[in-house]
């Protein structure tokens, strides 16, 4: 491992293009190892999904195969004052996921049973088990999956608690210079070139962790991956009395639910607006704000008194196969990349870590998440 | 000249500038839908009187013109829609709006944005407290609520409201206990100067201030509130002077009264994506105008204050000369009419321009208050962010208005950053030594406001909700 001691490297053992809870992961650790680490993001840092996000630590919500991932990544939030270096004020809380339709429950009691498989503590309840979890639900529910290990985290303080840790640890920031091109230096790493700088940025080996910006990117290093882009809605209220203490969702996933310690509810499930990637103009459907609220109030009654305060919408990053992208992306070993994780925020530290165990020289089993197993070829990966 | 256009325009605020706008366009044959937020139009200068206040406020300028503005209306064929309130708007300028009758939409039209000005403010230790109101509002709740807003008020901050409010006060029987100003005698002096100019305005101000002199009220220049407690009748308030700040006066009153100038309201402009800059006289973001109020957008128009803060004669000359704009640019007047029908608002607006730019300083005295806020003291009163969670996230990077945002919350709450925008840019600005360009604005984001939860829910069954398809397993 090549440790450079100088503060400004002409050339960075690792440059993280992308500031999000995956990039940043990934930088902080390496840097820890010792590498001189540089990240840079289009924008400020954390201003994508990773700081717009709904901040639910649920497993209810997660990709049955990423069950054991979350809840690794759950357990480092709740322990971020270890890791990260001050506590971001995650709170455990538990779950439910209710059913209100037959339909609802045979999906409900499908699912259910499919996480448990996967080491989600997930019971199927009564609905009276239910009302005694949680008093304020609609008590017209058929039944409930009951999860103790959920509970969220007031997304707002991780930007500033990453940007003290990366700083400690010394990674370079590189704020509001879009990565424009990135190209292979004469076999002597990379030469990554930024909108708006003249001066080119070199480093050993890159890692892409640019969310729903990934596709073209992919597309430098020879990865012809399809990137979908969601348009998640969040809508927040105005502080109200204590209406729920838990994490509410419904069966088929598209709500989540949960009063922060200010009293503000916040509204999500993953309710689609419209937007794009390429000036992140979002824009709310009407109909698609309305459904979700509906949903809301209907698993919670008392959220008639409710004001809405505010409306959002963010960009996530899914693969044709919804599963991450984490790895190598060149034969070499020199460039890689970490995101499309669903419900990546839960698991962005694990992830992260991940990947940078992998750069450092472990060998953590990554290969249900190969960017080369959307290649036709598989062992062809190019470099640029 | 184009083919004549006749689709529909909707303008936003029927103060003087969207009234006057609504009723010009209406003229020239345009549909016009004219949307306020109160219950009869009239905006703040020409807001309409409660029946209480008509008998208790002795007759003005402000409640005979705005009679007669209401009548001009009424004799209109604009649409007006009143009790009605924007809260959100799609990148093709379709409206939501809320009203009494609950929740609609008008589809795309021409917008003309006339929702005036809000007033700006700067914190100080103790000035969350419900016994200190704006000078804005307390100059509403006098004029057109005929109530004082108590028995004895200290009035603070800059700007030609001081005068106006404390004025007020006294007409209506209250004592004035100080007035507080954070601009300089000299500055009030030399705008004396342009009293040619605008001879109405000027005279009354500087007439004002020699009365209240006269009174024996006592008047401090260069100064500002510098904290505030609550006793058990009222207000024990310091006054701090600028330029020596060990020297303090302490006042006791029923409230006080203080902000610190006006800004455009930039909301809606910001929302619809049109360009804005920084005025450095007025300390504010405004939305980049021509002379007509024509912005960046072909679809949307700006007027009155909401384009930059000029008071009400340049207003209503302001919404005269947008309508006769629209006009043209949608070929229903050839340039020449365009040219004859606004030659004598054109120069009339040349010339209180000129004065009313005077003024933005006087107004804006305050600026350097914000970055020397003390360290315990709420910027932001709706997340209740003190200074020192500001300038501790500014450290760590936050370099620019959002991030600041993002990490401490400031601005997020229920006024959307209208109170602290001003002090968290200039804390940002101090510390970082950035422009306010580079600082930025907050992004404005819908509901415009707070909006009741039921009126977007109505009513519903479980089986009236479009649930999408189920996530990916
Ligand atoms: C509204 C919403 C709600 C969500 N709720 C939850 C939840 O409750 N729980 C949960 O676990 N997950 C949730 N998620 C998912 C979670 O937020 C994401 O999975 C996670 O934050 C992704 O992190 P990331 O680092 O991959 O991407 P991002 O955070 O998007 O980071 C990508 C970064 O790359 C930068 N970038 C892009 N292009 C370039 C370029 N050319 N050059 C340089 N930089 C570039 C971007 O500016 C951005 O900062 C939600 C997502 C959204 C949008």
Redesign the interface.
Known sequence: MTVALHEKPAVYDAVIVGAGVMGATTALFLARAGLNVAMIDRQ????AAS?VNAGTLTLH?T??QLIPHAIRGREMWLNSAEWLGEDVGALATPGLSMA??EAEED?LRQ?AR?RQEMGAPIEIVSPERAISIEPGINPGLRAAAYCALDGHIPT??V??AY??AL?QAGVT?IENAAVETIASSGGQGYEIRLANRNQAVHAHRVVLSTGAWLEKMLGWFGHDIPIRCLINQLVV??TLSPVMNSVLSI????LSLKQFANGSVLIGG???GEGNIRDG?T??I??N???N???A??VVPQ??????????LGLESETPD?MPLIGPLTHDDNAFVVGCV?SGFTSGPYMGRLLAERILGADPDLTAFDPYRFSSSPATGSQP | MPSPDFSPVTVIGGGIAGSTAAIALSRHGLPVTLIDEQSEAGGQIFRAPSPYARQTVPPNHEFSGGDTLRGKLAASDVTVRLGTRVWGLSPSLTLDLIGSDGMSQLPPSTVVVANGATERFFPFPGWTTPRITGLAGASILMRNGGTLPGQTVVVAGSGPLLFSVAHQVLELGGKVAAIVDAGSRTDWFRLGAMLALDPSRMAQALSWMGQLRKAGIPIHHRSFLSSAQETESGLLLTVSEMDHPQRRHLYAAETAACGYGLKPSTLITRSAGVQHHHDALGGYLEPVTDVAGRTSRPDLYVTGDAAGIRGMAVARLRGLVTAHALAQDRGLISSATYESLTRTPRRQLRRLDAVSRRMLPLMNAGRELAASVHDDTIVCRCERVTAATLRSAIHSGAKDLNQLKAWTRCGMGPCQGRMCEDSARNLVTGTCKNTPEDAGSFTARMPFFPLPLTSVTGTFDYSDIPLPKAAPL
């Open positions: 400020d840092m954390f201003r700081g919500m990709r049955a209100f339709t999906l699912r499919v707002y303080r930007g500033g940007a003290r700083k920031l209220t105005e069966a088929n996933g598209l993953g309710w689609q103009g824009r709310v009407p109909e704000l309305q459904g609220v509906r949903l109030q209907h959220l008639n008194t409710a004001q809405i305060l505010r409306v959002w919804a669903h």
